[in-house]
Antibody
């Protein structure tokens, strides 16, 4: 059974940093691309970032480029999102999601339950 | 960036009725690279449909997807109580973007 468990969400001040983690199990982690998707309170879904199975290719939404960094440790079956220079509009639930393909440029076939990031001044 | 516009914003229907949700793209989506997701309050989204019309594993056959190019439709043939939720379309023909969602509520 595929399981994705996010952690690391917290209340942080504007301009601060945070690192989110997503522990994966139930599948061969290194064979699949992974994503981060966020949802601001009461709002819709927004794709944030994607990474290929090897970690060699990464992709970002324009709204986070240069501030958020996706990475993965295939030896630990864990996906990360390093968040720097946080702004109020980064406040959201952050979901980790699996791609059905290696490249990580498709869709989201399994999702974690999310972790809440709140950015406050 | 391909912008996806979903309509209507809210659909008020009764159990047993048919639901038709629309997703329109600002430009053609290559290879019908469009998915649909269901999200219930307090839960993560769930993949329903991919490549416009293929049902994800475990999804009941009352859910169907159709369309191509710029116009796509999700149809729920007979609404069950557990189908009242928010539905999002998502394209992966050019980068990744979501529509704004359609809420299906009980009339």
């Amino acid at each position: 059974e595929v399981q994705l468990l996010e952690s690391g969400g917290a209340l942080v001040q504007t301009g601060g940093s945070l690192r989110l983690s997503c522990a994966a199990s139930g599948f061969t982690f290194s064979s699949y691309g992974m994503h981060w998707v966020r949802q601001a309170p009461g709002r819709g879904l927004e794709w944030v970032s994607s990474i290929s199975g090897s970690g060699g290719d990464t992709y970002y939404a324009d709204s986070v480029k240069g501030r958020l960094t996706i990475s993965r440790d295939n030896s630990k079956n864990t996906l990360y999102l390093q968040m720097n220079s946080l702004r109020a509009d980064d406040t959201a639930i952050y979901y980790c999601a699996k791609d059905p393909n290696y490249e990580g440029k498709k869709r989201f076939d399994f999702w974690g339950q999310g972790t809440l990031v709140s950015v406050s001044s | 960036e391909i912008v996806l516009t979903q309509s209507p914003g809210t659909l008020s229907l009764s159990p047993g009725e048919r639901a038709t949700l629309s997703c329109r793209a600002s430009q053609g989506i290559s290879s019908n690279a469009l998915s649909w997701y269901q999200q219930k309050p307090g839960q993560a989204p769930r993949l329903l449909i991919y490549i416009a019309s293929s049902r994800a594993p475990g999804i009941p056959d009352r859910f169907s997807g159709s369309g191509s190019g710029t116009d796509f439709t999700l149809t729920i043939s007979r609404l069950e109580p557990e189908d009242f939720a928010v539905y999002y379309c998502q394209q992966y023909g050019s980068s990744l973007t979501f529509g704004g969602g359609t809420k299906v509520e009980i009339k």
